[in-house]
Nanobody, 121 residues
Framework: VQLQASGGGLVQAGGSLRLSCAASGLTFSLYAIGWFRQAPGKEREFVAAISRGGSVTDYADSVKGRFTISRDDARNTATLQMNSLKPEDSAVYHC???????????????WGQGTQVTVSS
């Protein structure tokens, strides 16, 4: 199983980035997908999650209204559109997968390598 996040970079505050999570080695449509981030010296935190089929989403309060999670099961890809970025959004962003949706903010089985997002003020 492999999950690979991409699309990070350096952006000014107020700008946008679109992160992608490409999955292989699993039946993507059977997995809920989550995005998490970790800044230096801080614990990893939940950002957003999307259920199997994409009918339900969950967002951390800190990103609600600015970030949008989506998925394309035909392409085995999940996307995190990030708008109105703030310096405090700077972190390494990881995508993760899990079969069930009962606790979408924890309990992920599969994790990918992250992509760095840096927001300058």
């Amino acid at each position: 199983v492999q999950l690979q996040a991409s699309g990070g970079g350096l952006v000014q505050a107020g700008g946008s980035l679109r992160l992608s999570c490409a999955a292989s080695g699993l039946t993507f449509s059977l997995y809920a997908i989550g995005w998490f981030r970790q800044a230096p010296g801080k614990e990893r935190e939940f950002v957003a999650a999307i259920s199997r089929g994409g009918s339900v989403t969950d967002y951390a309060d800190s990103v609600k209204g600015r970030f949008t999670i989506s998925r394309d099961d035909a392409r085995n890809t999940a996307t995190l559109q990030m708008n109105s970025l703030k310096p405090e959004d700077s972190a390494v962003y990881h995508c993760a997968g899990r079969r069930s949706w009962d606790t979408p903010r924890i309990g992920y089985n599969y994790w990918g390598q992250g992509t760095q997002v840096t927001v300058s003020s």
